[in-house]
């Protein structure tokens, strides 16, 4: 009777201390596909020292004209900036160096114009920028000096949109069976024919959360799938799985089917605000709904490894500037992007650049 006493405490031991350290650990490995995600076991705060190897900062000269209230998307040529504005005032092109190049907002219904400035991409070997206007169905083309260059009609409804070699890769998340096109799909410019990549044929997930779907790196355009929590990469035309995410806090499926849910379907449910993708990993935040406090967590995700950490916030530890905004932009690879708060009344945007280590 002693030997089992002592042959079940040792059990019960390991058990224990097994408990613990599961429980310790913000994200655990279980298959070779999906990556649990558990934002309710966050450590405290993700520091730049972890995975920046510097920073450098952009000090773009906006001028008393430019209402840039935040930044949606933005593009580095190799001498130019394209901002897209979060509140429709349009495109800003701005040099490296900070010098303002030209603003982009023709609001109207010629064919120069366009109602709304829905979503751009920017073909950085013809210096031009696409703006997709929703309302009219049509995409045009203007240079970096904001000079209209043509127009192309589109048929279908989509929510964002990028280039590659010529061609348009079309996102439509949000499954609405009304729509043409649910999923991912190529428009040949040059010949006009369609190659679907990715179809979303479940049914009707009307709720959305507008935040980012999309981000490009040269030549590979990554898209978040928010209905199964994928991270696709595209490149090729081909797609391919970069990831699977296994969210613990996922809004169910009953409750996508309606526009706008009730608010306690959503309590402490979480949807991806934004994602950024790097030569190593990719660094993700969640937000979640019901929590004012702090209502984002930041995932990050080695792809190889499946190895993940929750994070409940963001901080700069190498120098002053604390950024709230958790939104992050790709220059390439290996250099992301942040936008520090504009100061009232100030002309001056400030971009802060972050060089990652290798």
Known sequence: S?????????????TICLSILLLATSCVKQDSEAIPVD??????????????????????????????????????????IIIHDTKSEGIFAFTTTGNFVSHINYKGQGPEEFLDDNAIAVDTLNNFIYVYDMMNFKINAYTYKGAFAFSEKIDYFMRDFSLSDNKLVAFQPCINQAYKKNGVWLYDFTTQKETTLLEHD????????????????????YYYDRNNDYIYVIKNDSISTLAKIELKQVIPTNVRV?????????????????FCPSSKQVILSYF??????????????????????????LMNDMDSYQISDPKIFCINGNTWCRMIEQEENSEIITLQILHLRN
């Open 2 to 14: 002693i030997v089992i006493a002592v042959i079940m405490f040792i059990y019960l031991k390991k």
């Open 39 to 80: 934002l309710s076991k966050d450590k405290q705060h993700l520091l730049y020292s972890s995975f920046v190897e510097k920073l450098d900062y952009i000090h773009i000269n906006a001028g008393k004209e430019c209402l840039l209230s935040g930044i949606k998307k933005i593009y580095f040529d190799h001498d130019t």
């Open 202 to 221: 479940e049914d009707n997930q009307l709720f959305e959360f507008m935040a980012t779907y999309t981000k490009q790196i040269k030549d590979t355009i």
């Open 258 to 274: 309606m526009a706008s849910p009730n608010p306690n379907e959503l309590n402490q449910k979480a949807m991806m605000f934004d």
């Open 288 to 313: 979640i709904f019901g929590e004012e406090k702090n209502p984002y967590r930041y995932v990050l995700i080695d792809p190889t490894t499946k190895v993940c950490s929750v994070f409940s916030g």
